[in-house]
């Protein structure tokens, strides 16, 4: 009698396993700097809140916008968006996610310390149309807002009101709110452990709303940051770890090789490019005391053509990188392949041009450069000076911390300068708005025409999309042919991780959790 | 004696002022705009204006440092600008590893580098002591970093048997604690245990030599007592005298260990701090590094009386 009993409970203890945990283990090189879903728009930080709390229109990992917590939205009239929210769903202590918490989070993000005010800039009024329907009101026609909204996170209102975090992480009173270190979103994952550039941890929402159409399997997810390069590919090797967000371009082929382990790349929403003060009298920083070599447009093409940026992707980004003819990237609304066209490498013509010019023996330049900030970054800009040297212009190269090298940009410190641009709301305009208008607070280029202005404005309240596509296409005319800015190339970022795991790469280099699964 | 070491703590307040002073200026007038990295990507300048006037960057230096100065002295180091969080809690919840993974090389250090210089000394002309000396230079010679990567590579990726990078705090467990910090203090120890070795040897040869211990010869003692009893404690003064000045070395090498194994102390800390500039941690870690050392060369003069009754303070 004992022994059939002993045969089945064996036989059951093989046959029904006990479910381990799955816990992701990963790490990058920047911690998350809050989780205050409305006080820093900053890349790593919007990743780790995104995680916990979500928007109303979301990003599918091919960039296209979904229903977030909204499922439906339309102009009702041209200033007027409405929104109609999704029923049922609660946040992690429990409370009912309604319109109320909507208003409350968009009031929140348009507040002085607010870092996502930018992005909604044009709203004038939000209105709570009942429970589950809001109403944006914007000051003009505004044709892309719901693409604005897709950083912003909804919090809940009662939540905030009893830990006294109504206003974003606000640095005038130096004081640590309950936000920085708390969080309670909707989110498919909860915020269990923070320790600021020690450790994050989630685990998983049960009770989240969209585990139907995204069933992970992901229990734990454990943030570690290691800024150490070598450290952190090692860590991933010996696995330690899961998935690394940013591993070294040089340890790619390592990482592909090792048994275990597997590489993902995709085109990166940002373009990294070159601008020159096309604006100054004369050039601060160059030998030419008198006249500024780059108001010429002749000398700006000969550069533009003296850049080999195959032979940049092949030695200096070892192929993870795609040559560029306009300074934004396929995906955002805008770009198309005619635009992206580049003007043939020549540096014998390039030399030729220069002479036309008036520059038979080249001039001096300082290029400035960060050092830490974009993919090989300091490496590229190398690479620039030596083009540029062969066709006569000398050029003395200045690579810096970021925290110095941007400062540089903002405050027009500089004559010759690298910048990367990212445009997370995926449309033409942010692009014109920063660095080619002529009050752009990015535009340290000196470069202005009307014409473009006029457009800029213009597309801003366009609703009629061919004409506003036709606005756009003007206006990327008049940006290509004035080459204030050389374009380089669009990154390629490249996600490194256990053949175990399973996490589709996304374009705007921020991974969403509940898309990930872990193999049994 | 308690007049000397109240005199001694007296003595530090200048040189901890001069320190503040010249941590500040330092910081305050190297190029490099926290506000700008606080401020993000796609901040404007009047972003950044704003973020600078509510930091209080934007007032005259001295009136930074006196206000900062002032605070310091009420124990009141600051808030981080980046996390917000107060330096001094930051500093407490940062000390527990470096204190660890300090502790630990030391004890490393004593426990290899004294009998090495020992037996060194004793053996002074052999193959033995020939090849102690080549294992000091050695250890002199290879940079930390260059000592941890080479571990790293062998003990966790290769034979897998510690871990890469990490720290577990002692409460989760006394072996993964020893585990994550025992390639990290080998590293760290590697210049000291040459340093204290070297010493040792030193300081034990001139002893050896002297009157009293071919007296103690004479006398009969055995070689292993004349050595442990007679001539290390002797010897103690100069080897004391390293382990303090090793602790300077320690400060430094700790910032380096902990970036390269990735674990969270102050070490890390200030190395991040430095990076994004963040003024409050930087100078509250300076200054507190500061402290540390001048406490532990007083503690260090303290001990010379115990260990050498001719010295009186």
Known sequence: MKTPLLCVSLALTVVVPVHAENVLRWASQGDALTFDPHAQNEGPTNTANLQVYEPLVKRNESLTKIPGLATAWETVEPTVWEFKLREGVKFHDGADFTAEDVVFSFQRAQSETSDFRDYITSVTEIKAVDDYTVQLVTDGPNPILPDQLTQIGMMDSGWAEEHSVTEPQDFANQEETYAVRNANGTGPFILELREPDVRTVMVKNPDWWGLDENPHNIDRIVYTPVSNEATRVAALLSGELDYVLDPPLQDLERIKNTPGLKVQSVNQIRTIFLGLNVGAEALESSDMTEANPFSDPRVRQAMYQAIDIDAIQQKVMRGNSIPAGIITSPGVHGYTEALDARLAHDPEGAKSLLEEAGYPDGFQATLDCPNDRYNNDEAICQAVVGMLGRIGIQVNLDAQTKSLHFPKIQNRETDFYMLGWGVPPLDSHYVFNFLYRSDGSWNATGFGDERLDELVQAMEQEVDLEQRDAMIAEAWDIAKESNAYLPLHHQVISWAMSDKLTLPIRADDSPRFYMARIAE | ?313
């Open chain 2, 1 to 313: 004696m308690l007049l000397y070491v109240l005199r001694r703590i007296l003595a530090t307040i200048p040189v901890m002022g001069v320190v503040a002073l010249f941590v500040f200026l330092l910081l305050h007038l190297s190029p490099g705009d926290p506000a700008a990295v606080i401020a993000g990507d796609y901040a404007t300048p009047a972003d950044i204006a704003r973020i600078r006037a509510q930091l209080g960057l934007d007032r005259p230096l001295y009136i930074q440092f006196f206000s900062w100065l002032g605070r310091v002295l009420t124990g009141d180091l600051g808030t981080s600008i980046f996390s917000d969080l107060p330096v001094s809690y930051l500093i407490g919840q940062r000390l527990e590893p470096t204190i660890a993974l300090s502790v630990l090389t030391m004890l490393i250090t004593v426990v290899v580098a004294v009998p090495l210089g020992v037996v060194a000394a004793w053996k002074a002309g052999t193959w033995l002591d020939r090849s102690i000396m080549i294992l000091a230079v050695c250890g002199f010679s290879i940079p930390v970093f260059v000592l941890a990567y080479g571990m790293v590579f062998v003990f966790s990726m290769e034979l897998q048997w510690l871990p890469v990078q990490g720290y577990k705090p002692i409460n989760e467990g006394l072996i993964p604690f020893l585990r994550s910090l025992t390639l990290p203090s080998i590293a760290l120890s590697a210049f000291l245990i040459a340093l204290v070795t070297r010493i040792t040897r030193a300081s034990l040869l001139e002893i050896l030599d002297e009157d009293y211990i071919r007296t103690a010869r004479a006398k009969g003692i055995t070689e292993r007592k004349v050595l442990m009893l007679h001539a290390l404690r002797n010897a103690a003064v100069p080897i004391v005298t390293i382990l303090g000045i090793g602790v300077a070395f320690l400060l430094g090498g700790v910032v380096v260990t902990e970036s390269v194994f990735n674990i969270p102390g102050v070490g890390r800390l200030v190395v991040d701090a430095i990076l994004k500039r963040d003024y409050p941690i930087i100078q509250g870690l300076i200054l507190a590094f500061s402290g540390v050392y001048i406490l532990i060369n007083l503690l260090i003069d303290l001990t010379y009386t115990f260990l050498d009754p001719r010295i009186r303070l």
